[in-house]
């Protein structure tokens, strides 16, 4: 009787270390995603390929708001060295959503882009 009581404790908390960790190992997918979107951004220059990449990471960690409001200041930078206009999308996106995030990703110390200073917020 014991040893099933102590069995079954011994599962149970077992089964919850395992579930505990499993955010943890979203995080480091996450974070591997993000660091293979900024090499292909930095290092290798493929802002088409970075662009993909940043897109994975919004639509497969929704739920991980730093990193979303990174990928998303990354994603405005590459359109915006492309000339695109989808850059506007992808900041105003971060200022509508991710401004009063408790941890700040990091874009209010990037350098925001003239023609979106400029711009008045909605």
């Known amino acids: 009787m014991k040893n ?7 599962t149970m908390a077992l089964a919850g270390i395992l579930l505990a960790s499993m955010p943890t190992q979203q995080s480091r997918s996450a974070d591997a995603l993000l660091g293979a979107a900024l090499h292909q951004e930095e ?12 897109k994975k990471i919004i639509a497969d960690y929704p739920g991980n708001r730093p990193m979303v409001a990174r ?5 405005g930078q590459c359109y915006e060295k492309l000339g695109k206009e989808e850059a506007r999308k992808a900041y105003e996106r971060v200022v509508r959503d991710y401004a009063t995030s408790p941890s700040r990703p990091g874009w209010h110390a990037a350098g925001w882009p003239r023609w979106l200073v400029r711009a008045p917020l909605r």
């Not at 099933?4 to 011994?10: A, E, K, N, P």
């Not at 290092?43 to 940043?54: K, M, Q």
């Open 4 to 10: 099933t009581r102590f069995l079954l404790i011994f």
């Open 43 to 54: 290092v290798e220059g493929n802002l088409e390929a970075a662009i993909e990449t940043y």
């Open 71 to 75: 990928a998303l200041l990354h994603m």
